[in-house]
């Protein structure tokens, strides 16, 4: 089902992020997203990686970091969301005196850049990929993964062969309410045993 989809059959239902596999990093997704307001969490896919170019000579790396002269990704300094760019200094900034042998700028806190989401919303989304945000919303993506290997290899959701979308949702459906009594009966005090036993 798609998004799209999804929101006409659940207006009701809304939502302000996403957390999405690899699979689904393509910059068609992102620009979609992004007319929503939806804040994406998209694992980058590992065949498009490398150091790109970015405005100049600003190199950016495979997380959407600019690079500086030393090669060293440079210092996130955060999000401004009313102007959704990022603003990054140099790395060679110890307590405000700039230690690098050729700095590039003559700014005491070394050079700035900006990134903006509108540029690349793949390469410059709203949560940093190397951030601590990032991991922690990211990591719940488990949940699905558990959840999805739980319906198609333990309920062989795809071992059926209908050929209907009626049929197919029926059997989801039907999955989904075994996971919930799974869920339920983990969490519970009850012991089937002795009501096994006696039967």
């Known amino acids: 089902m798609s998004a799209r989809e999804f929101k006409a059959y659940f207006r009701e239902y809304t939502w302000d992020r996403v957390l999405l596999d690899a699979a689904h990093d393509a910059m068609a997704i992102y620009e979609y997203l992004r007319s929503q307001k939806i804040t994406p969490f998209i694992d980058m896919n590992q ?3 490398g150091n790109k170019k970015y405005k100049d000579d600003m190199m950016i790396s495979r997380n959407g970091v600019p690079i500086c002269k030393k090669g060293l990704e440079m210092r996130n300094r955060g999000y401004d969301s009313s102007r959704a760019r990022r603003k990054y200094h ?10 690098c042998d050729t700095p590039c700028s003559v700014s005491p806190y070394g050079r700035c850049v900006h990134t903006y989401t509108k540029d ?16 922690n919303i990211y990591k719940r993506r488990t949940t699905c993964e558990r959840s999805n290997k739980r319906a ?3 309920y062989h959701l795809e071992a059926a062969k209908h050929r ?19 869920a339920w009966y ?3 005090n009850l012991d089937l045993k002795p009501m096994l036993l006696s039967a």
């Open 47 to 49: 065949r498009n990686t």
């Open 90 to 99: 140099c790395p060679l900034v110890v307590k405000g005196v700039v230690t």
């Open 120 to 135: 690349n919303p793949r390469l410059f989304p709203p949560v940093a990929r190397n951030s601590n945000e990032w991991t």
């Open 152 to 154: 198609k290899e333990d």
């Open 164 to 182: 209907s979308t009626m049929m197919w949702t029926i059997r989801v459906y039907g999955i989904a309410m075994c996971q919930h009594i799974d």
């Open 186 to 188: 983990q969490e519970s």
